[in-house]
């Protein structure tokens, strides 16, 4: 199954209904301007696009653009010699090693996947490691760095502790950080060698210890997601089904986006995309149906790409499903 990171949005209109689609972005210009000269070797503008923008979340998107254009790591390393004590460079160039290593690895199950490629997505890796402590020792506040780091410790084994340690140095800087615990979910899940309860208990705590209207609510809903992904087919729609479940998605929803305080902003298109996947799995068509209204027929790829490789197409599925 391809799996697809970027995410997105447009929108057309089909018998007075929005017709979904995904895109590479988010709807914001500046992703494209700075992944359009990222691929033109541009790094005037690209720094320009990135300093402009707050560390953090605000910034974590454009970022992560660069990092998957490809050919930026044809230039990048010269930028970084040309400046030894500038961060920026660094952190871009290792978010650029960080995808180029997943390229090298792919997306297949590691049974599959050569002994040449694992030690190439390695060595890419332990590259955006030396960058990124290099950012993070010359810009102490940046999140970005751990967040890198986070990405880079799964992919290297680094173990638990140290796991929770780069979780903790981005959390510091930014308690509320949704990239940071999107990731550290995945480093406890039990693919990656966590377990289903330390899953859940870490979802649910970071999302209700936050206060009201966080993005950090869909940490739950993308819990039981990976959850059900793990369990046998027969059962799957029983667990989602179940009153636990759905009692748990609607406690993570009242404190998140149905929350007074939420706002728009950052990732709240994913946020919304993961609970109307839930919630449809869960056949709570109501909540669903809030969800499917609020993204306006706006797509992201993340949770979709888990029912199809066109994360489109299973959102429509869906979409109609929760209109019965």
Known sequence: MAVLRDWGLTLGKWAGRPIARVQRDSGDPDVERVRKAAAAADWPTVRDVLEA?????????????????????????????????????RLVGGFRYISWGWEARTRAMASQVSRAQF?????????AEQWLYESAEREPLWTSPWLGLQMTGRGLQVGPAVA??????????????LGAHQQHVQQ??????????EMHAFARESALRA???????QLVATAHIEHWIDHDP????AYMRSAATTASLREAADHSYRHPDFVRSGGWLEVVNTFAMAFSLASDHVGARECF???EGRVTASPWHYLDDDPAAAYREQRRSARR
């Open 188 to 197: 406890v899940c039990d693919k990656w060698g966590g377990s289903h309860e």
């Open 234 to 237: 027969g059962s799957r729609g």
């Open 211 to 217: 206060p009201g209207g966080t993005l950090l609510g």
């Open 53 to 89: 923008r707050p560390e953090s979340e605000d910034r974590t998107e454009l970022v992560r653009a660069v990092g998957d254009t490809a050919g930026v790591e044809r230039w990048i390393s010269g930028i970084i010699e040309a400046e030894p004590d500038a961060p920026l460079p």
């Open 293 to 295: 209204e609020a993204s």
């Open 164 to 177: 929770r340690r780069r979780f903790e140095a981005a959390v510091r800087r930014d308690p509320y950080h």
């Open 119 to 127: 030690e190439l997505f390695h060595s890419r890796l332990r590259t």
